[in-house]
């Protein structure tokens, strides 16, 4: 079992940076690859950044490349979104999410998210 606990959010200003946090629980966190989505009101939940066990793939969608960064740290259980660059369409809910397929089991866990505003 992983528990997720996402933190950082907040008001910026456009053109403004964030930095989110995700703070795992649980023995097995080098295992799951690590990913962070968000939802924007009236929209569907969508991909920002993925980052593989050993944080040297990572894989972002067209919106966050080059603006955002996805990192971990294993030694201490957490994943980190730096954004750079704030727009107001990034504006949303930013989920955490750990994904571990084992065999024919798929481990999936979500924290409860972290609401980042980005003002104009």
């Known amino acids: 079992q992983v528990q997720l606990v996402e933190s950082g959010g907040g008001l910026v200003q456009a053109g403004g940076s964030l930095r989110l946090s995700c703070a795992a629980s649980g023995r097995t966190f080098n295992n799951y690859v690590m990913s962070w989505y968000r939802q924007a009101p009236g929209k569907e939940r969508e991909l920002v950044a993925r980052?593989?066990?050993?944080?040297?793939?990572?894989n972002y969608a067209d919106f966050a490349k080059g603006r955002f960064t996805i990192s971990r740290d294993n030694a201490k259980k957490t994943v980190y979104l730096q954004m750079n660059s704030l727009k107001p369409e990034d504006a949303a809910v930013y989920y955490c999410n750990a994904v571990l397929e084992a065999g024919w089991t798929t481990y999936d866990y979500w924290g409860q998210g972290t609401q980042v505003t980005v003002s104009s």
């Open positions: 980052i593989a066990t050993t944080g040297h793939v990572t």
